[in-house]
């Protein structure tokens, strides 16, 4: 007998596979993870210069970003799992800032979105020590330079009680705060500022002493390592010493022509070689700093005006400008140092004749000669600038504010301040300079205080 089926319809076996169908798509459905996004940090703290991070993205959805206007990234949208870049700008507006950035789903998506949170630090430092070291009577710091150990060595003049002449005296700081040694110099006197260098285990210090002299100190004991005398240069017009590939630059006034200026060069081991005069100087020497094309940049002063004169790397006189006030307004330059991209900067103070103050003056001038900005900071009452300090990024100068404050401030090359701060003295007189040596994360400020030398540690917050 046989078997006998029904026929099956068309219409039918069509309807039979989109049930089937539907059915699979509901059964994976059913098995899909769902939806995730996810960021590997989600805090970051972020210098006041700015910097880079990465952030990673772990997803299986598409996402995008969302971000403050002083932040970038590499991009703001992706699909599943992913990295970026964030940049953070320099923060230029004395306080700290936070940011939170969102990352969330697109496409309709069910994921939750993330936020990050960028915290950033303003321009500021915390004093980490502060001490004061008692000398003889009256110091006059005239420098100070840091070392590639941490350490800090000051030089300066003070009254010997007993003899009733003045001596020039040394003193080491340990990176701690802690005292290392002191010297003492009898009838020895520094010429002026600036006459500090660093060497490869110590310090060169200019000064006269029956006979101007420069004179290596080891910084492991304050040893003299060696001495040389400085012939043709009259000290009691200033001098300067910078660090050169070779050993040191040597400027001055000439002896025997006061209208004349000098460059030397002078050999790690303490001899002299090339010598230079240039003629058409009647002021004071007040310092020297070199470029990174290896060109000079001297300052003087006369006249009630900044004078800088560049010489390049051959020892050929390019040029000197002059630079002056407003009609009453006067200029006296005390620190001067040369940025990456050749501008020089100089601290000292401006004096208005109408009102008979002093306010501290930070100037910079182009490479071309070409005088960029001034600035005046102060406010009644005589202030001054006395150093500074050309960085990577920008610049630091430092000054006394009348009558017995220290101060010092950050500034970008285009004299935008980043952070400025006064320091109150103790027992400070009010005719003391305060001199700045930058150090790892921060700086050392130094000024006389009467019978003492005040130095603070700063430490960038």
């Given amino acids: 007998m046989k078997n006998h089926y029904a026929p099956v319809h068309t219409g039918n076996l069509y309807v039979h596979m ?4 539907l059915l699979f798509i509901a059964a994976c459905k059913k098995n899909d993870p769902p939806p995730t996004l996810s960021a590997d940090q989600t805090t970051f703290d972020i210098p006041a210069a700015g910097d880079q991070v990465k952030l990673k993205i772990k997803a299986n959805v598409n996402w995008k970003i969302t971000l403050p206007d002083w932040i970038t990234a590499d991009k703001l949208s992706g699909l599943s799992n992913d990295s970026l870049q964030l940049t953070i700008a320099e923060n230029t507006t004395e306080a700290e800032r936070t940011a939170t950035v969102r990352v969330e789903a697109t496409n309709n998506s069910t994921a939750p979105a993330i936020t990050i949170t960028i915290r950033q630090k303003k321009y500021g430092y915390t004093t980490e020590w502060q001490q004061q070291f008692t000398l003889k009577a009256i110091p006059w710091v005239v420098g100070a330079i840091a070392m590639d150990d941490g350490c800090t060595i000051v030089a300066g003049a003070t009254h ?3 003899t009733q002449h003045s001596e020039s005296f040394v003193l080491k700081i340990n990176a701690d705060g802690t005292e290392a040694w002191r010297r003492f110099y009898p009838e020895a006197y520094f010429s002026s500022k600036n006459t500090l260098a660093a060497g490869p285990d110590g310090v060169l210090l200019l000064w006269y002493n029956q006979g101007n002299k420069a004179t290596y100190l080891r910084a492991s004991d304050g040893g003299t390592a060696w001495e040389a005398s400085l012939t043709g240069i009259d000290a009691d017009y200033g001098t300067a010493a910078v660090r050169a590939d070779d050993g040191y630059k040597i400027a001055g006034i000439d002896n025997s022509n006061h209208s004349n200026l000098v460059v030397q060069n002078l050999s790690n081991n303490g001899v002299f070689t090339a010598r230079n005069t240039y003629a058409g100087y009647d002021g004071w020497f007040i310092g020297m700093a070199i470029a990174p094309d290896k060109s000079l940049a001297i300052l003087t002063s006369a006249s009630r005006a900044v004078e800088i004169t560049t010489i390049n790397a051959a020892g050929v006189h390019i040029n000197k400008h002059r630079y002056t006030g407003a009609d009453g307004v006067y200029y006296e ?7 990456p991209d050749g501008s020089v900067l100089v601290a000292g103070y401006e004096h208005t004749a109408a009102a008979n103050d002093n306010n501290i003056l930070l100037m910079k001038v182009n490479a071309d000669g070409t005088r960029a900005w001034t600035k005046s900071i102060g406010g009644a009452g005589f202030d001054w600038g006395t150093s500074v300090v050309a960085m990577p990024d920008g610049f630091w100068a430092s000054g006394s504010i009348y009558p017995t404050s220290a101060w010092t401030g950050q500034f970008t090359y ?21 001199y700045l040596a930058p150090v790892a994360n921060g700086a050392i400020l130094v000024h006389g205080t009467g019978p003492a030398v005040w130095i603070a540690r700063l430490k960038a917050l």
């Fill in 160 to 162: 010997n009680m007993e």
């Fill in 333 to 339: 330059a005390a620190g001067i140092a040369v940025a």
């Fill in 18 to 21: 989109i049930m089937s169908l």
């Fill in 414 to 434: 285009s004299g935008n301040k980043r952070w400025e701060q006064t320091f109150t003295i103790p027992g400070a007189q009010d005719n003391n300079d305060t």
